[in-house]
């Protein structure tokens, strides 16, 4: 018999602390498929994103827009969740080659392990590759590539942000937790977007909401985030902008209006406001300008580019791209208007509203 003494303590199950957890990997039971397997579904059933996951936006005309086929070389420029690129590899399988870009080192892996998983559940272990590098930089990895040196046959860059990235309270990407303002897609490289704020006089910050937000309380927002600054100290490091701080200034370019349509309003200026940080952040308009530039050397003779964009002055960069590429016979074919989220699609998933996909066919 063994002395009862000498056992090692039993742990108590893990347990969700009280009836309204605060931490994040706590709060929401679809983030623990083990114990809550029926969870996600449930949530989906609602018309509600899974905390943790993505819903990718326009998958059937996306799918329709790039027709992928057995034996193609996909790429999905930009990965995130990986819901688009799943689509991909199961159209190009037998036979196909999937290869994903992202700069984000705590959701790359985790797509890549789902995608890696299905290309074996296929019996291609191998028809998977996912790098770490942003999408600007796609010509020169297809280049080092032996199949990718002749052009890719499909590629797809979704331009907005993940769902993973805005509900997790550590990333800083929304206002509805009050955490440190980061909006780095990659949390190891360069400035969060907290402490390029405290560098800038309010005329930029209101440059910068107007151009990369079309944002109309611009001057407001930006007089009210100086002042939160100044009163601060200035750009002391200890006293870095909050999501919070973001939020009350739009707030306050709201004051005093109390209507509904103003409530809705006040809505999509936090929209824009947080979208326009952003995209300072990441420089992604430079990003995205490099990539159209090099798009067409990136595609095999009649390869077929998607782009989705969620925000207008990204719109306006492809479609004037597309049309250059059109006008000097680059590509045989470009989109002539805009694909939108169906109303079905909208209301089932909210952020899909301010998603436009444009397509364009290299030349053979």
Same mark, same amino acid.
């Given at each position: 018999?063994?002395?009862?003494?000498?056992?090692?303590?039993?742990?108590?199950?893990?347990?969700?602390?009280?009836?309204?957890?605060?931490?994040?990997?706590?709060?929401?039971?679809? /983030?623990?498929?083990?114990? =809550?397997?029926?969870?996600?579904?449930?949530? *989906?059933?609602?018309?509600?994103?899974?905390?943790?996951?993505?819903?990718?936006?326009?998958?059937?005309?996306?799918?329709?827009?790039?027709?992928?086929?057995?034996?193609?070389?996909?790429?999905?420029?930009? *990965?995130? =969740?990986?819901?688009?690129?799943?689509?991909?590899?199961?159209?190009?399988l037998p036979g196909g080659r999937l290869l994903g870009l992202d700069v984000d080192?705590?959701?790359?892996?985790?797509?890549?392990?789902?995608?890696?998983? /299905?290309?074996?559940?296929?019996?291609?272990p191998d028809a998977v590759r996912c790098v770490r590098r942003n999408y600007a930089?796609?010509?020169? *990895?297809?280049?080092?590539?032996? +199949?990718?040196?002749?052009?890719?046959?499909?590629?797809?860059?979704?331009?907005?942000?993940?769902?993973?990235?805005?509900?997790?309270?550590?990333?800083? =990407?929304?206002?509805?937790?009050?955490?440190?303002?980061?909006?780095?897609?990659?949390?190891?490289?360069?400035?969060?977007?907290?402490?390029?704020?405290?560098?800038? @006089?309010?005329?930029?910050?209101?440059?910068?909401?107007?151009?990369?937000?079309?944002?109309?309380?611009?001057?407001?927002?930006?007089?009210?985030?100086?002042?939160?600054?100044?009163?601060?100290?200035?750009?002391?490091?200890?006293?870095?902008?909050?999501?919070?701080?973001?939020?009350?200034?739009?707030?306050?370019?709201?004051?005093? +209006?109390?209507?509904?349509?103003?409530?809705?309003?006040?809505?999509?200026?936090?929209?824009?406001?947080?979208?326009?940080?952003?995209?300072?952040?990441?420089?992604?308009?430079?990003?995205?300008?490099?990539?159209?530039?090099? *798009?067409?050397?990136? /595609?095999?003779?009649?390869?077929?580019?998607?782009?989705?964009?969620?925000?207008?002055?990204?719109? +306006?960069?492809?479609?004037?791209? =597309?049309?250059?590429?059109?006008?000097?016979?680059?590509?045989?074919?470009?989109?002539? @208007?805009?694909?939108?989220?169906?109303?079905?699609?909208?209301?089932?998933?909210?952020?899909?509203?301010?998603?436009?996909?444009?397509?364009?066919?290299?030349?053979?």
């Open positions: 018999m063994t002395d009862g003494a000498s056992q090692p303590p039993r742990k108590r199950r893990p347990r969700y602390r009280g009836t309204h957890p605060r931490a994040f990997s706590e709060k929401y039971k679809e /983030l623990d498929p083990v114990r =809550f397997p029926d969870e996600r579904e449930k949530v *989906l059933g609602s018309g509600k994103t899974p905390a943790g996951s993505h819903v990718p936006v326009l998958v059937a005309e996306v799918l329709a827009a790039l027709g992928p086929k057995a034996g193609d070389l996909a790429v999905d420029a930009t *990965l995130g =969740f990986g819901g688009h690129a799943s689509e991909l590899l199961k159209r190009i080192p705590i959701e790359l892996p985790r797509a890549e392990a789902r995608l890696k998983a /299905l290309a074996r559940e296929r019996g291609e930089g796609l010509r020169k *990895l297809l280049a080092e590539d032996a +199949r990718g040196a002749a052009g890719a046959d499909v590629v797809l860059a979704d331009l907005g942000v993940s769902s993973m990235q805005l509900d997790d309270p550590s990333r800083g =990407f929304s206002w509805k937790h009050d955490v440190p303002l980061d909006l780095r897609m990659n949390p190891g490289r360069g400035q969060p977007a907290g402490a390029l704020l405290m560098r800038m @006089k309010k005329e930029e910050i209101e440059d910068l909401l107007r151009r990369y937000g079309d944002e109309p309380e611009a001057e407001r927002i930006a007089a009210a985030l100086r002042e939160t600054i100044e009163a601060r100290g200035g750009e002391s490091p200890f006293h870095l902008l909050r999501t919070s701080d973001v939020a009350a200034a739009v707030e306050s370019a709201y004051e005093g +209006r109390t209507s509904r349509d103003a409530s809705e309003a006040k809505k999509s200026s936090l929209q824009r406001t947080f979208q326009a940080i952003r995209i300072l952040v990441n420089d992604e308009l430079t990003a995205l300008e490099a990539f159209l530039r090099d *798009l067409p050397a990136c /595609l095999a003779p009649g390869g077929r580019a998607a782009i989705l964009t969620f925000h207008s002055g990204e719109d +306006r960069l492809v479609k004037k791209a =597309f049309a250059a590429g059109h006008a000097d016979g680059t590509y045989a074919e470009v989109s002539r @208007k805009v694909v939108r989220a169906s109303s079905e699609e909208r209301r089932a998933n909210p952020r899909s509203q301010p998603a436009k996909l444009r397509r364009a066919v290299r030349a053979g």
